[in-house]
């Protein structure tokens, strides 16, 4: 390789540019999840289709025999709609969990979840509407959820045993 | 390579300053994806592993040492991550045992290349024929542009290994490449 090729390898590499930060079905879900946090009534929030998913979603994973239905630290691990949004889907994901059984987010274990990340590697949500298609998935660090450019991730689980 | 803006721009967002990080995020965006493109030779793996790597950066900008020059620090960061990530994702692992082939080296003229993300997918294709260390030294040495010293210290290393570790890389490179693709390669011809 001469200084001619490695010319072309590097205007390779400078041409390249980071993806878009938040394509716009991502920004209407993080600004979905913000209105509904702010909504005085989790009705009021639930008639957004992408909280809607959102809901659904949370309440598949609460349901009794999943892998992780004793719940977990929820948090944001990041949104490329930047902190504020990231902030408002975190809280949005404990509001979201509060009513299907996960006793308090903040506090309670999922040991189970790192039991299961070798059976159910990838949880796969059907698409809906307009909306890209969200994914959910189990990590070894915890369990993802993804719309877009959007990503919520369960952090820290706690082992009980 | 020292960029004292950055290294300003950082402590400014380390210390609670939202335009600072509003700008710094925006500074970083592409030189992270680009270096996870590079370490991980997969556009998809790159553009989550940037995602996390912008947080675990935006995280830790607060602890980092603001004595120190903030770029090494990033590098060191990112490059952590994605060998966690490589380390992590056993179908990572598989891809790259498919990846010993030498047709995967397929550079083709930046000229011919008409968008970014097209150059991202080549460059990737390209850099997979090159085990993983080897492609962080190239990555951080010829495409970076860093020196030897530098990446020596990041990769744990001595500046000569570095130095013999990318002859290794560009030879592999180099014999891919022209077995695929041999007049692109000719000084001054084109395909």
Known sequence: ?161 | MADPALDRLAARAADGDDEALGAWFEAERTPVYRLCLGFLAHVQDAEDAAQEALLRLHDNLCDRDPQRPYTPWRNSVVLNLCRDRRRSDQRRRDREADRDHPSDGVLPDPSDVAEAAECAQALARALSALPPREREVFVLVDLDRRDATEVGALLEIKPGTVRATLALARTRLGEAIGAVLPRRYARGGGA
């Open chain 1, 1 to 161: 390789m001469d200084e001619h090729d490695l010319a072309r390898w590097r205007a390779h590499y400078e041409r390249i540019e980071a993806p878009a930060p938040a394509p716009p079905p991502a920004v209407d879900w993080a600004r979905d999840a913000f209105e509904g946090l702010r909504a005085p009534s989790l009705e009021r929030a639930s008639s957004s289709p992408s909280l809607a998913w959102a809901r659904e979603t949370a309440e598949r994973i609460a349901a009794p025999g999943h892998p992780a239905t004793p719940g977990a630290r929820w948090a944001i691990v990041t949104s490329l709609a930047g902190a504020s949004l990231a902030a408002a889907a975190a809280a949005l994901l404990i509001v979201l969990l509060r009513p299907f059984g996960a006793p308090d987010p903040q506090t309670t274990s999922v040991a189970a979840l790192q039991r299961a990340t070798d059976d159910v590697p990838r949880i796969e949500v059907p698409e809906r509407g307009s909306d890209p298609t969200p994914v959910v998935r189990l990590r070894a660090d915890g369990l993802e959820f993804r719309s877009g450019a959007v990503r919520l991730v369960v952090l820290d689980p706690i082992d009980e045993d």
